[in-house]
């Protein structure tokens, strides 16, 4: 089987697959996308569910798109409707869309299939020819514009792209629309792969973002230097890892990822607060951690605050960055349970 054909294989599964990579919204003013997921088909049709549908419908963007960290089942006010800035950010869009697919689905709207077609055209049309996706479209000039696997942007959009392929939700998108949301998914798999950072010939992980053109490592806002990420590596990885048919290409990714994560994990520290403050402390039994940003070369943990100095202890940050930035994570844990389960399946070499 083919990649194109094991996208289309996977397709019951892709709505689980994307709800759970969505994952909390992290406190952001954002719907409980998946709450909407469990109503039955009576909701859609009833009062709330029509309101909250009108809702929606009214805070798209003319592009097409969603703004972020906001309650768009909330009724806009006039100023809100008329300066909407839509994003892929923060998991912006993809609840809307599949929400109203849902809604759709139900009650045969009109006004909610020619708005989930806008959005989808608009993610179709946001992707760069090298299988890329910008933090949002038009992107402009800024760090918006690189291939953005920051807070796994990228790979939400694939995993609705695959869902939109290849799941029975979505049969109402016309043969043309899931094709190019197939190749759509192709595309962005090989650009993963390009976007893999070697250091001295061996593959190891990835930035947050890359270059949209040269598929370098570049930074984003002033803390978020170039670097070998834990969190977003741990996403890449895992979208890999679901391919139903990974070529000999994807299978050195996945391994090289894996043994970069191994070799990248912290032992013997513990991430505490005091007082508010975040504390890194020697324990000898606390579980491993991942450090968000890793130096490349080096493999060394590395922190920012807004002045962009590079240091290698959280506690030369300013508090404000130091507590109201995701530094550390157990991302590795995740990538080592998926790893053992697609190792038993792919075997221990190519």
Same mark, same amino acid.
């Given at each position: 089987?083919?990649?194109?054909?094991?996208?289309?294989?996977?397709?019951?599964?892709?709505?689980?697959?994307?709800?759970?990579?969505? *994952?909390?919204?992290?406190?952001?003013?954002?719907?409980?996308?998946?709450?909407?997921?469990? !109503?039955?088909?009576?909701?859609?049709?009833?009062?709330?569910?029509?309101?909250?549908?009108?809702?929606?419908?009214?805070?798209?963007?003319?592009?097409?798109?969603?703004?972020?960290?906001?309650?768009?089942?909330?009724?806009?006010?006039?100023?809100?409707? !008329?300066?909407?800035?839509?994003?892929?950010?923060?998991?912006?869009?993809?609840?809307?869309?599949?929400?109203?697919?849902?809604?759709?689905?139900?009650?045969?709207?009109?006004?909610?299939?020619?708005?989930?077609?806008?959005?989808?055209?608009?993610?179709?049309?946001? +992707?760069?020819?090298?299988?890329?996706?910008?933090?949002?479209?038009?992107?402009?000039?800024?760090?918006?514009?690189?291939?953005?696997?920051?807070?796994?942007?990228?790979?939400?959009?694939?995993?609705?792209?695959?869902?939109?392929?290849?799941? %029975?939700?979505?049969?109402?998108? =016309?043969?043309?629309?899931?094709?190019?949301? !197939?190749?759509?998914?192709?595309?962005?798999?090989?650009?993963?792969? +390009?976007?893999?950072?070697?250091?001295? *010939?061996?593959?190891?992980?990835?930035?947050? +973002?890359?270059?949209?053109?040269?598929?370098?490592?570049?930074?984003?806002?002033?803390?978020?230097?170039? %670097?070998?990420?834990?969190?977003?590596?741990?996403?890449?990885? %895992?979208?890999?890892?679901?391919?139903?048919?990974?070529? =000999?290409?994807? +299978?050195?990714?996945?391994?090289?990822?894996?043994?970069?994560?191994?070799?990248?994990?912290?032992?013997?520290?513990?991430?505490?607060?005091?007082? *508010?403050?975040?504390?890194?402390?020697?324990?000898?039994?606390?579980?491993?951690?991942?450090?968000?940003?890793?130096?490349?070369?080096?493999?060394?943990?590395?922190?920012?605050?807004?002045?962009?100095?590079?240091?290698?202890?959280?506690?030369?940050?300013?508090?404000?960055?130091?507590?109201?930035?995701?530094?550390?994570? =157990?991302?590795?844990?995740?990538?080592?349970?998926?790893?053992?389960?697609?190792?038993?399946?792919?075997?221990?070499?190519?």
């Amino acid at each position: 089987m083919n990649r194109a054909s094991s996208v289309v294989a996977c397709g019951v599964r892709c709505w689980l697959w994307g709800a759970l990579i969505l *994952g909390p919204w992290l406190g952001h003013a954002a719907p409980p996308w998946r709450d909407f997921a469990d !109503q039955p088909d009576n909701w859609f049709r009833g009062a709330e569910g029509r309101r909250i549908t009108t809702n929606i419908l009214s805070w798209q963007s003319s592009q097409g798109s969603w703004p972020k960290n906001t309650d768009t089942t909330a009724r806009p006010s006039t100023n809100d409707a !008329q300066t909407v800035r839509g994003t892929f950010d923060n998991g912006a869009t993809l609840g809307e869309l599949r929400f109203l697919a849902r809604a759709f689905r139900v009650t045969e709207d009109a006004s909610c299939e020619r708005a989930f077609l806008k959005g989808l055209d608009h993610v179709l049309g946001a +992707q760069y020819t090298n299988g890329g996706w910008p933090q949002f479209f038009p992107p402009g000039t800024g760090y918006h514009r690189h291939i953005t696997f920051n807070d796994d942007s990228m790979v939400r959009l694939m995993g609705f792209m695959r869902e939109v392929s290849g799941a %029975s939700d979505f049969k109402f998108v =016309d043969a043309r629309r899931r094709q190019r949301a !197939q190749a759509a998914f192709d595309r962005g798999v090989q650009c993963i792969l +390009q976007c893999q950072i070697k250091v001295d *010939g061996k593959l190891t992980a990835w930035c947050a +973002q890359h270059d949209e053109v040269t598929f370098e490592p570049r930074p984003a806002r002033s803390y978020e230097l170039v %670097s070998l990420s834990g969190a977003e590596s741990a996403g890449l990885l %895992s979208l890999l890892m679901s391919l139903e048919s990974p070529g =000999d290409d994807v +299978q050195r990714a996945v391994r090289a990822g894996a043994a970069w994560f191994d070799s990248a994990k912290l032992t013997g520290i513990r991430q505490t607060k005091v007082d *508010g403050d975040k504390r890194i402390e020697k324990d000898p039994g606390a579980p491993p951690l991942w450090a968000r940003f890793y130096e490349i070369g080096t493999n060394r943990p590395m922190f920012s605050g807004r002045d962009g100095e590079k240091k290698y202890d959280i506690a030369e940050i300013e508090p404000e960055r130091r507590n109201g930035y995701g530094w550390h994570g =157990d991302w590795g844990e995740r990538v080592a349970r998926e790893f053992a389960r697609w190792r038993e399946k792919w075997g221990k070499e190519n």
